[in-house]
């Protein structure tokens, strides 16, 4: 799942699968005990980049859990060692990793915190609950608002954080089996340094509101170029388009009633774009996707706008975007009017509704 073009080779497997994961999802705990070979649906390659995490001082953040509490990890740190599982209710290899996360926190919930943190991108919290429920899921949930995800650099859903009893990390990698296991009793086995914990503040995040100028928010375009997205005053109002170039064709296979939104939302999107009155932009979000992904799906497609890669995930960030499709709409001055988000059929009349704000 690292790369689209990988996960397409799979995808008439990674139908039938998904379909036996929704019929049963409690599933064979014992998948989780070895690592999978590279030719099953839910295989995914490891990333050298979060490798070099280990030995880091953890990040200083406070999740919201899906039930309304505050879970500070800096409160955690020094006390009990911390695992922290990010996945994304459409992504099959963290659907098949969901029983070996259950038996995780069945094991060893009691010595350690184990956290299962929501990528926060294409799921909204009601999303989140009903995966939740489906899969029976019992430690607590939260959704990421991005920092997290940007601090591990994470391209690809599912990502495994062990954090020590010393605040560091001990391994960050996507897939589960012996090497998890080992480094979940490595921290179990660690012991907190009378020095204290050593942290990683991260920045605070800004998400605009109605009325917010737009900032500069760099890019990659199809041939990897950086360009910045549009901002500033303008001749016409702007609508940016989010989405993702494989929300169409790999999130099919395990929630199809999202695949037929985005499908619409391109649709409807192309058609308001062939008038003359808005200037459209579209950001592609930038997991599983690379320039030549996003070359790729414009030339399948054939956009009427400018498309390009959020590769660090800054833009949706910024407008706070959680559900695909998605459309900001800015006036001519380059202030966010509103965000129109998970409803296609909503964009029509959000675009014949534009008006500036005074």
């Known amino acids: 799942m690292r790369r689209l073009a990988k996960v397409s080779l799979f995808l008439m497997s990674c139908c039938v699968y998904s379909a036996q994961l929704q019929a049963a999802p409690a599933g064979d705990t014992n998948r989780a005990a070895a690592a999978l070979p590279a030719n ?46 990010l996945w994304a209710t ?20 009691n010595e350690m915190a184990v956290i ?14 009903q995966f939740t429920q489906a899969f029976d899921l019992k430690m607590p949930v939260v959704i990421d608002d991005g920092r997290l995800g940007e601090w591990i650099g994470m391209n690809a859903t599912p990502v495994h954080l062990v954090i020590g009893r010393d605040g560091h990390v001990i391994f960050a990698g996507h897939q589960d089996g012996p090497k998890l ?43 990897g170029k950086s360009v910045t997205l549009p901002h500033g005053a303008a001749s016409h109002p702007r609508a940016i388009y989010f989405s993702a170039t494989w929300c ?10 999202e695949a037929a939104r985005c499908k619409k939302g391109r649709e409807q999107v192309d058609k308001l774009a062939a008038g003359q009155s ?45 559900r695909f499709p998605a459309v900001a709409l800015i006036d001519a001055r380059g202030r966010l ?22």
């Open 40 to 85: 099953d649906p839910g295989y995914i390659a490891e990333d050298p980049v979060l490798a070099k995490l280990v030995g880091k001082p953890a990040p200083a953040l406070t999740l919201k859990s899906i039930d309304g509490k505050s879970i500070n990890l800096s409160d955690l740190y020094g006390k009990r060692p911390v695992y922290l599982k």
């Open 337 to 358: 009017i509103k965000l129109v988000e998970g409803d296609p059929a909503t964009f029509g009349a959000a675009i014949s509704s534009l008006q500036p704000i005074k």
């Open 248 to 257: 169409e064709s790999y999130v099919k296979s395990t929630q199809p009633g």
């Open 90 to 109: 459409y992504c099959i290899p963290c659907r098949v990793q969901m029983p070996g996360l259950r038996k995780i926190f069945a094991s060893y919930g």
């Open 116 to 129: 299962a943190v929501n990528a926060g991108v294409g799921d909204d919290i009601g999303k989140v609950k």
């Open 181 to 223: 296991d080992a480094a979940i009793k490595q921290a179990l086995a660690s012991k907190a340094t009378p020095a204290g914990v050593a942290i990683t503040r991260l920045a605070k995040l800004v998400t605009l509101k109605a009325g917010d100028t737009i900032p500069p928010i760099e890019l990659q375009s199809s041939d």
């Open 278 to 322: 808005i200037e459209w932009f579209g950001v592609m979000n930038h997991l599983w996707t690379t320039p030549k992904d996003l070359a790729d799906y414009e030339s399948k497609m054939k956009s009427r706008f400018p498309l390009a890669v959020d590769s660090t995930g800054a833009a949706f960030r910024t407008f706070g975007v959680k």
